[in-house]
C-alpha cells in the first residue's frame, strides 16, 4: 500500500513519519518547494519532541520522500491523505480552498481505485463537496471512497497521540474504503469509531469546543476566586475528582491559544448559524477567551493607571510549552495592546523564532530571564515552560526596577515569590499580594 499525504504542515509531517516507521512507503507533498528541500535534507520545519530523529531514520532507509510533485505522488498512491490548512475567514466561515485545490489535483490522477482521506478539520459535507468535484472532473465513481478521518493529536505530544491517541473517528461510505483503512490503521494500537461522514466531521468540532469551553469555564471561575480568596488550583482538584469532570483541561491561566481551539471555536459557530442552530455556549467560551488572554494589561492598568513608556517583560511567547508554534498565542495579543499603549517590551523564549521576529521587529528579544527582566515595571509569565518553574525568583525580583510579577499561568508559590521579595504578584485565581505600591 503506497501512501501519499498532501499537505507537510504539523499535522501531514507527523502523519507521514508515522504510516512511514510502520508501512515504509510513503510520499508526502508540499506545494512549498522551501519546505520540501528542508525535510528532504532531513531539516525538520516544526519543532516536535522525536521528530527529528524519526525524519532522519526514514530517509535514510528510503522509508518517505517529500516532494512538490503531487500529480506523480497521487498516480504512484493506493492512498491519499489530505492534510492541508483550513483557516478560519474574518467572517468566521472556513476556507476550504486548499482541500478544494489539492482534490482538482487529485482529480487529475485517479486511474484505478483510490481512497481519498480527508485528514483537515472541516466544515460538514465537505466529503461530499470532494466528492461531487472529483465527480464533475470526470473521474469514475468506482475508482474512489472519500472518507472523512479526522485528526486529534496535540502539539507537544503530536507523535505518540497520532499513533496512539484515545481514539480513531472514521467516516466511511463504502466497505471497500472500510478494508482498506482497517488496513491502513492496523499496526496502531486505538480505539476505532467507524461512523459516517457526518457524523466524524462533527465529532472533531465538538470535541475542541467542548475541551475549549472547560478551559473557559474554570478560567471565569479562576476570576471569582481571586475576588473572594479562594483557590482555583484547590477548585479544579475537588472538581476533577468528579470521574463525570474528570481532571483535565481545567487549568486555569491566560486563556487558550493555538492553531485550533480559536480557529474550530468559531467555525463551529459558523456552521451551526448555517443550520439555524445558536451555539451561545460556545459563542460564550470565545468571548470569555478574548477577554481573559488580556487579563494581565486589565491587573497591570489597575496597578499603575498608565503604562507608557514602561518597559515590561515577557516570559514565554508559544502557546503552550513543547512546541515552537505562535500561532494565536495569548502573548501575541498581550504585546499588540501594550505596544498600543505604549510600553516597551522585552521577551525571552528559548523557541523564539523568525516568524514572531517579524510580527513584532520593534520589542526586544533576549536569550535568557536575568536579561529579560532589566529595568522592567512587570514581569508577565505567558507559557509554562519548564524552566521558569526553577527561576531564581530573589535574582530576578533584584534586577526588575518594580518588582511586579503577573503569574498567568500560576507557576510561582505565592509564599515564594513573597519570601523573594516581590512587592506585587497576581495569579489567576491562586492568590495575590501587594506589600507597597
Ligand atoms: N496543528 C495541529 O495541532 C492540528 C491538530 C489536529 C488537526 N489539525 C487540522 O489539520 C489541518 C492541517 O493543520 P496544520 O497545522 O498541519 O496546517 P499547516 O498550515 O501547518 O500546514 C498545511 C500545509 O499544507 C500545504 N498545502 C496547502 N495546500 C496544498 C496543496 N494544494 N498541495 C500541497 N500542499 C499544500 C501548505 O504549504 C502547508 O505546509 C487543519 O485542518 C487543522 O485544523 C491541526
Ligand atoms: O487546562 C488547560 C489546558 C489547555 N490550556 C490551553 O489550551 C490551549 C490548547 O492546548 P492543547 O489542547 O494542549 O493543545 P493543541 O495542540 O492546540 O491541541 C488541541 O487542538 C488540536 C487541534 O485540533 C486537537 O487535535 C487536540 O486534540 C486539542 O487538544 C493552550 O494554549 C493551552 O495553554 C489551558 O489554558 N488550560
Known amino acids: 500500500m503506497k501512501i501519499c499525504v498532501v499537505g507537510a504542515g504539523y499535522v501531514g509531517l507527523v ?47 528510503k522509508y518517505i520522500l517529500f516532494t512538490d510533485n503531487i500529480n506523480k505522488a497521487i498516480s504512484l498512491s493506493d492512498v491519499i491523505m489530505i492534510a492541508v490548512g483550513t483557516p478560519t475567514k474574518p467572517d468566521w466561515s472556513v476556507d476550504i480552498s486548499q482541500v478544494v485545490d489539492a482534490s482538482v489535483e487529485i ?12 485528514k483537515s478539520t472541516v466544515p460538514v459535507g465537505t466529503h461530499e463537496v ?45 466497505e471497500k474504503a472500510q478494508k482498506v483503512m482497517d488496513e491502513l490503521y492496523s499496526p496502531f494500537k486505538t480505539k476505532i469509531i467507524n461512523t459516517n461522514p457526518p457524523t466524524a466531521e462533527l465529532i ?66 459558523n456552521i451551526g448559524e448555517k443550520y439555524g ?28 493607571n498608565k503604562i507608557e513608556g514602561k518597559t515590561i517583560s515577557l516570559l514565554g511567547l508559544t502557546f503552550k510549552p513543547g512546541t515552537d508554534d505562535i500561532r494565536d498565542a495569548p502573548s501575541l495579543f498581550i504585546i499588540d495592546e501594550l505596544l498600543q499603549m505604549g510600553a516597551r517590551i522585552r521577551c525571552y523564549d528559548p523557541m523564539v523564532s523568525e516568524e514572531i521576529k517579524s510580527l513584532f521587529p520593534n520589542i526586544t528579544y533576549c536569550d535568557s530571564i536575568e536579561d529579560t527582566v532589566r529595568d522592567s515595571y512587570c514581569t508577565i509569565i505567558c507559557t509554562e515552560l519548564d524552566e521558569f518553574f526553577k527561576m531564581d525568583l530573589e ?43
Open 15 to 61: 502523519a507521514a513519519l508515522s504510516f512511514a516507521k510502520y508501512k515504509n512507503d510513503v510520499i508526502c507533498v508540499d506545494k512549498d518547494i522551501k519546505k520540501v528541500k528542508q525535510l528532504n535534507k532531513g531539516i525538520p520545519t516544526i519543532y516536535e519532541e522525536g521528530l527529528e530523529p524519526l525524519l532522519n531514520k526514514c530517509l535514510k532507509k
Open 107 to 118: 482529480s487529475k490522477e485517479i486511474d484505478k481505485y483510490k481512497v481519498i482521506i480527508i
Open 130 to 174: 470532494v466528492e461531487n468535484l472529483l465527480l464533475k472532473n470526470g473521474v469514475d465513481r468506482n475508482n474512489f471512497d472519500v472518507v472523512s478521518n479526522p485528526e486529534f493529536l496535540r502539539e507537544g505530544r503530536a507523535l505518540n497521540d497520532f499513533l496512539h491517541g484515545d481514539r480513531m473517528v472514521i467516516g466511511c461510505k463504502s
Open 204 to 269: 472533531k468540532y465538538a470535541s475542541n469546543a467542548l475541551l475549549a469551553t472547560k478551559i473557559s469555564f474554570i478560567n471565569e471561575m479562576a476570576n471569582l476566586c481571586s475576588k473572594v480568596d479562594a483557590n482555583i488550583d484547590t477548585l479544579s482538584y475537588g472538581l476533577g475528582l468528579d470521574s463525570r469532570i474528570s481532571p483535565e483541561f481545567l487549568r486555569a491561566g491566560i486563556g487558550y491559544g493555538g492553531s485550533c481551539f480559536p480557529k474550530d471555536t468559531k467555525a463551529l459557530v
Open 277 to 304: 442552530c445558536e451555539f451561545n455556549i460556545i459563542r460564550s467560551t470565545i468571548k470569555v477567551n478574548e477577554n481573559q488572554r488580556l487579563k494581565p494589561v486589565e491587573i497591570l492598568l489597575d496597578h499603575y
Open 395 to 437: 535574582s530576578i525580583a533584584k534586577k526588575m526596577k518594580k518588582r511586579v510579577l503577573i503569574d498567568g499561568r500560576n507557576m510561582i508559590d505565592i509564599e515564594e515569590a513573597r519570601k523573594s521579595g516581590f512587592s506585587y504578584y497576581y495569579s489567576i485565581g491562586n492568590g495575590s499580594f501587594e506589600n507597597n505600591k
